[in-house]
């Protein structure tokens, strides 16, 4: 059957035609088959229309417009659509249409233009679309995809994705990604989401205003409200950021290709102030840096700060860390507590540790592990070892080995205490069980390994540069269980008397720089005499030489012979026991030559009584008397040695025409010269302000003769 009509109006659901205009005048709707024009009466009078398909057969309706089939009724119910560039419109517009594309579908008012696999929903939703395999869903979503290279994008919500013309992006949300044009591979979820991205590619925002200014900058992640919302540098590079978390890295805004860069944030607020920093990392409600253009700088935790490039911050100021600790009740019990739990079968167990393997650029040193304690407290403690439950335990095991100018296991260092300073404390006390070894301070220092040093290089289990105190006993293994040959000394006293004792100072101007030597006057040996006699008591050895903090020796090591004075001891103790043989023996000669003696008395006593001859009495017998008036008399200063002032004393006769004081330095050179115009007993102060530490001789001249020398010794 075939019916030509001009359709007005009608419905997609039921097809009621409602207006026919028609050439022709029937009086009914059943036209003869060879009519042209049906639907109208002579006078104007629409009548209803209804478009039978009277044959027993079924068979589509079909409707042509100038012999063109354009609209088919199909035998279902449903309209078949079959003429190109054709669909349904309103007002003259096309408001569901395919542009004759099969594969795709266009629905509402200037709702897409062109291209296969599209699927266009809403007003102007891909007007201009040019692409394929694209989604639009929303007022003016994808409104200018034009080009072949806007495909495979999916577009829900107003004006989202409006003006892209790239590919693979995906925009939900009001004005997503609204001003894209070449920006591929883009994720935009939320009111405003990359709203001002033009050709940043690979970005992915969730949330009102994520990355909302973002223009050109690549690999970039925002998830949470204004997250990346501050970024709108121009540059063309990737800047792989990501923030987690409303207003995460809310500031961070490149203004180079070499800044802002790379930086991580998870958290409300995390990173929020970086701005220009790079290779940052946020975790934790406000986790921040406390300046903007930090590098590598990391925060952990609530509130956490770092102010510092290169540096990690574990949680606020009152917050402590526990490593191991999952499941423990106490929880950590210091800032940082580091707990291993016994695992066993494990060679040198170890809770924590830590290697630096850098090198100081200045370079001075490097530190393994800085530990400080400051504050007002009664005690600080920069270090705590403790350890306990083993069969032997060591609080602390310090090692510094390999090759170097010089290894220090230990070096304490101490300064401007109130009361003192001690840099080494070692303390051993025992108030719980017997203990068999209990020592303070334990030193060894290896003489029979194989890196061994040499002899006479310095092998010292204690080496002390200054002065040594202790209050207790000393003492040295002395076990006769520990020894062999054991023999008596012979000839003690004959040793002894091979040496002679001296008076002497250090040389502290010359060793000033490397050597705490003592500044007061001493009394010993000399090493080399002491060889001579008892080599034995004499090392040979070398003090460490001075270096600065880049290793550069600053005074050589020196080499020199020291005594082992407590060695001499033994020695003093036989020459006592030889002498005190000897003088038991000349005392009980003594006893018989005093018996003798008093024999002898007795007999000449008995000789005289009885009128002996050979005995003559004296009697010619002079008397003196001495007197020390007229003496001209120099005295020793004292104090001597001194330090600021001594005194010297003198008496000079009145006969004395002319008398004078030279003093003189160790060379001879006479430093001043003072007249004495006073006569009888005097005294001179000398002030040693403008002296240096020495020895000084001063002279007393009478009547040009040199009455007099005596030396003073200056000991600052």
């Keep these: 059957m075939k019916i030509l009509c001009k359709i007005v109006t009608f419905s997609t659901c039921m097809l009621f035609v409602t207006s026919v205009q028609s050439q022709v005048t029937v009086s009914s709707n059943l036209a003869s088959a060879s009519a042209e024009f049906v639907g109208w009466n002579g006078s104007g009078t629409a009548k209803p229309l209804d478009i039978k398909n009277n044959s027993s057969t079924p068979n589509n309706i079909d409707f042509y417009i100038n012999s063109t089939k354009f609209l088919q009724v199909l035998t279902g119910g449903d309209l078949n659509i079959v003429a190109n560039n054709k669909g349904y419109k309103i007002n003259n517009d096309y408001v569901l249409w395919n542009n004759g594309i099969s594969s795709s579908i266009f629905v509402g008012y200037l709702a897409g233009t062109t291209g296969g696999n599209n699927t266009f929903l809403g007003s102007s939703a891909g007007h201009l679309n040019g692409g394929s395999n694209n989604t639009y869903i929303g007022y003016t979503a994808g409104f200018t995809s034009a080009g072949a290279n806007a495909y495979q994008n999916t577009a829900v919500g107003s004006q989202a994705l409006n003006q892209t013309q790239a590919y693979g992006g995906s925009a939900l949300g009001f004005n997503a990604a609204f001003s894209n044009v070449y920006g591929c591979s883009l994720t935009a979820v939320g009111e405003d989401a990359l709203h001002d991205n033009y050709s940043g590619n690979d970005n992915c925002a969730f949330g009102h205003d994520a990355m909302t200014k973002n223009i050109s900058l690549h690999d970039n992640v925002a998830l949470g409200a204004h997250s990346l919302s501050s970024q709108d540098y121009a540059g063309n590079v990737s800047s792989y950021n990501v923030a987690v978390g409303n207003s995460a890295l809310l500031n961070n805004n490149p203004n180079s290709n070499s800044n802002g860069l790379k930086n991580s944030a998870i958290g409300h607020k995390a990173g929020q102030s970086n701005i220009t920093g790079s290779n940052n990392s946020f975790l934790g409600f406000q986790a921040d840096v406390g300046i903007s253009n930090l590098n590598n700088a990391t925060a952990i935790g609530a509130n956490a700060q770092v102010v510092t490039d290169n540096t990690m911050i574990l949680g606020d100021p009152t917050v402590q860390v526990g490593i191991g600790m999952s499941g423990i009740s106490s929880g950590p019990l210091a800032t940082l507590h580091v707990y291993r739990n016994p695992v066993g079968h494990t060679t040198h167990p170890t809770a924590a540790f830590i290697e630096n393997n850098d090198l100081d650029v200045i370079p001075q040193y490097a530190i393994g592990l800085y530990a400080t304690t400051y504050n007002r407290n009664p005690t600080n403690y920069g270090v705590w070892g403790e350890a306990i439950n083993a069969e032997f335990n060591i609080g602390g095991l310090l090692f510094a080995n390999q090759h170097a100018l010089g290894n220090i296991g230990v070096k304490g260092y101490t300064d401007n205490g109130r009361d003192y300073n001690v840099a080494v404390w070692g303390d051993a006390s025992n108030d719980r069980e017997r203990a068999g070894f209990n020592v303070g301070v334990y030193g060894e220092a290896a003489t029979n390994f194989i890196w061994a040093p040499p002899a006479g290089a310095g092998s010292w289990a204690g080496y002390f540069n200054g002065d040594l105190g202790f209050t207790g006993n000393f003492g040295m293994p002395s076990d006769s269980t520990l020894k062999t040959n054991i023999s008596t000394i012979k000839n003690a006293g004959d040793l002894l008397n091979k040496l002679s004792s001296h008076t002497y100072y250090y040389d502290t101007v010359r060793f000033a720089d490397h050597i705490n030597f003592s500044k007061t006057l001493q009394f010993g040996l000399l090493a080399q005499d002491v060889e001579s006699v008892v080599p034995n008591l004499v090392m040979n050895s070398t003090l460490p030489p001075k ?55 007795q007999v000449v006593m008995n000789c005289c009584n009885a009128g002996g001859v050979g005995f003559r009495s004296i009697n010619n017998t002079q008397s003196i008397e001495l007197n020390s008036a007229n003496s001209i008399i120099l005295n020793q200063n004292d104090p001597n040695p001194f330090i600021e002032q001594t005194t010297i004393t003198y008496t000079l006769p009145e006969e004395v025409q002319k008398a004078q004081l030279l003093f003189h330095d160790n060379n001879g050179k006479i430093l001043k010269t003072v007249v004495i115009n006073e006569r009888g007993d005097g005294q001179l102060i000398v002030y040693a302000s403008n002296l240096s530490n020495g020895i000084y001789s001063y002279s007393l001249i009478a009547d040009g003769k040199l009455i007099d020398t005596k030396k003073m010794v200056c000991s600052k």
Aim: glycine share 6%.
């Design 547 to 601: 270096v600065d903090s880049l290793g550069n020796i600053l005074v050589p090591s020196t080499p020199v012979k020291m005594i082992n004075y407590i060695g001499f001891i033994p020695l003093l103790i036989q020459s006592h026991n030889e002498q005190s043989q000897k003088i038991d023996s000349l005392v009980t000669k003594l006893d018989s030559l005093v018996t003798l003696i008093g024999d002898l008395q």
